[in-house]
């Protein structure tokens, strides 16, 4: 992992160790601060064009978020929806329930970025029930 950490360009390694940081920032909020407090936290970015392709940005949370104990599709999914809105891309984090193959209760968040899914895609259909987005 090193090894290839370093064969990266700057701006890569960059960008991962800026995604490593927000989603330790992210997994420790979701350990110990109510939703609603996180909610709140998120609106207050001051969003900047960076010119990092939207591709990019969710190329490191993905890569990025494997490295993280207990790192969950909501870790990512809020994750992606901070580094979007930090580099100036409006994006939607939803989250549904449905039933696994053996009929137990199953949530998941995903991420959606002028209507498509970016972060968190599942082959599995989810009852949508909330959106979070910046206002």
């Known amino acids: 992992v090193l090894t290839s950490f ?6 890569d390694k960059g960008l991962l160790l800026n995604t490593l940081l927000l989603v330790l920032k992210v997994r ?9 407090r996180i909610q709140r936290s998120f609106k207050e970015a001051n969003p900047v064009k960076s010119g990092v392709p939207v591709s990019r940005l969710a190329w490191s ?3 990025v978020n494997q490295y993280v104990p207990r790192a969950t599709c909501l870790t990512k999914a809020l994750t992606g929806h901070e580094l979007f809105s930090k580099n100036g891309y409006p994006s939607m984090v939803k989250i549904g329930v449905g039933k696994s ?3 137990e209760f199953e949530a ?4 959606e ?3 498509e899914v970016v972060i968190g895609e599942s082959e599995k259909e989810y009852v949508h029930l909330f959106n979070f987005q910046r206002e």
Do not use: D, I
């Open 6 to 11: 370093l064969k990266l360009p700057g701006n």
């Open 28 to 36: 420790m909020m979701l350990w110990v601060l109510p939703f609603s």
């Open 61 to 63: 949370v993905n890569a």
């Open 101 to 103: 193959a053996e009929g």
């Open 108 to 111: 998941h968040a995903w991420l």
């Open 113 to 115: 970025y002028e209507g």
